[in-house]
């Protein structure tokens, strides 16, 4: 059975490839304007770091939303700082993740003052689907500018973590 911490690592690995295309990029093709689902390929971006850290770390921890504004973020490496980051407190979250913490309740408080409850076990499916999501609003955004979005695939990954 695929484990939450290995499709954790998976989409971190598809990322890293993302991340490897946008390397090559000028910094105003990466922070202008697409009108994309948020401003920018760069706003995108953090917007997925956003959702694991919002979703695994403040939420699941009772600690209300991210103090994180996309404005925060000049550049690629502004963006990889989060990265690493919110990727050292999911490393230690799954280091201590046991089975019944699968049952415990994540609250999302709305704007509105709304909530919706859920479990951390749906919270970690819904993680990477999101993010997946938004790499796909990424690789669409390569493709109208005639750049080669990077391959991804479970099946291949699987395969290279054999060796």
Avoid: C
Wanted: net charge negative.
């Amino acid at each position: 059975m695929l484990g939450y911490e290995e499709l954790f690592d998976y989409f971190k690995r598809e990322r890293d490839k993302i991340v490897s295309a946008l390397e090559k990029m000028p910094l105003d093709e990466f922070t202008r304007n697409r009108e994309l689902s948020f401003y920018s390929i760069k706003d995108v971006l953090v917007h997925t770091v956003l959702v694991e850290d919002n979703w695994l770390h403040y939420r699941a921890a009772g600690r209300g939303e991210a103090q994180v504004k996309f404005d925060d973020f000049k550049s690629l490496d502004d963006v990889r700082r989060y990265m690493r980051e919110v990727d050292q407190k999911t490393h230690e979250l799954f280091k201590r993740l046991k089975p019944e913490d699968l049952r415990k309740e994540v609250r999302r408080v709305y704007p509105d003052g709304r909530v919706s409850v859920y479990t951390l076990e749906q919270v970690l499916y819904h993680v990477p689907i999101e993010v997946i999501y938004h790499y796909g609003e990424i690789f669409a955004e390569f493709w109208r500018m005639n750049v080669d979005a990077p391959y991804y695939s479970y099946l291949n990954y699987s395969k290279d973590k054999e060796k």
